[in-house]
């Protein structure tokens, strides 16, 4: 596994890890512990850092700000 990379996107810390197929977004600053999403398959490789910043941001508008988890 590599060393994570931090993004910061919108205000939001992400630490984003490579793992063979797939890409692991851990939300730092986030109001709940190691919470988050995963990307995988083989084009998650190929993400580049704006892809990256595009799918935290997707991620962050689908969140319910009265519990920090994705909105059900």
Excluded at 16 to 26: Q, W
């Amino acid at each position: 596994m590599a060393e994570p990379v931090r993004f910061v996107v919108d205000g939001e810390q992400f630490d984003v890890v490579r793992d063979g197929c797939s890409i692991h977004h851990t939300w730092v600053s986030g109001p709940n512990a190691s919470y988050g999403f995963s990307v995988g398959g083989s084009s998650a490789l190929a993400r580049t850092g704006e892809e990256i910043r595009s799918e935290i941001r997707a991620f962050l508008s689908g969140i319910d700000p009265g519990t920090g988890y994705l909105a059900e």
